[in-house]
């Protein structure tokens, strides 16, 4: 059974794919590379759109690769001090992997709706982020436990490499809700993850 979805707020808590993507629809190039994305340095809203979307985060959760990505490029294994989530993060994955020093991990593996559920509880009327990586993402579409997705879709392509969110969505499909812009460079977009039955409007 899924977890109650209202908070101590009276507000509904939201499972949430939050990510910036590609035109064409990747996360990541061929290489596991996010230089296509950091080329665009601070654009003005950016931070304060994601300040405002983390403050109703209370659980966050990853995949491997997505991990081992940030313990590299952050060198978090020589600077734990850098991890950056203030909540606690569950990592998906079938290998052992290193922690971090004083960060609150839970390393697990298996059926995403166990999980979910414990990232609900701990979450306490908060949102559960889902950061990636997209197949992960899609584990929790598949088990009707994903409810937003929120692209900012930069203006490049890179032809191959991590898909967004390798899944055929079509019937009932995303519904969209909101829109904005970041300069010259972001289109912010929110979907509303529409269950079986759904009516398209």
Do not use: C
Not at 141 to 157: F, G, Q, R
């Amino acid at each position: 059974m899924a977890p109650p979805r209202l908070g101590s707020d009276d507000r509904e808590m939201a499972t949430q794919y939050y990510t910036a993507t590609s035109i064409d629809g990747y996360i990541a190039d061929e290489d596991d590379s996010l230089e296509w994305l950091f080329q665009f340095g601070d654009v003005e809203g950016v931070d304060e759109d994601y300040s405002r979307f983390v403050e109703d985060v209370g659980a966050a959760a990853m995949g491997s690769t997505t991990y081992e990505w940030l313990l590299e490029h952050e060198d978090l294994r020589e600077r734990p001090d850098e991890w950056p989530y203030d909540v606690p993060v569950w990592v998906f994955t079938s290998r052992d992997l290193p922690a971090v020093d004083g960060a609150d991990l839970r390393f697990v593996q298996g059926d995403v709706a166990p999980v979910h559920a414990d990232m609900a509880s701990a979450a306490d009327g908060g949102n559960v982020w889902l950061v990636g990586g997209g197949d992960l993402v899609g584990q929790f579409h598949d088990a009707a436990l994903l409810d937003e997705i929120i692209l900012s879709v930069a203006p490049v392509t890179l032809a191959s490499g991590a898909p967004v969110l390798p899944r055929q969505i079509t019937d009932p499909p995303l519904k969209l809700v909101d829109v904005d812009q970041y300069g010259d460079v972001f289109a912010a977009l929110t979907y509303e993850v529409q269950r079986d039955g759904a009516a398209h409007e």
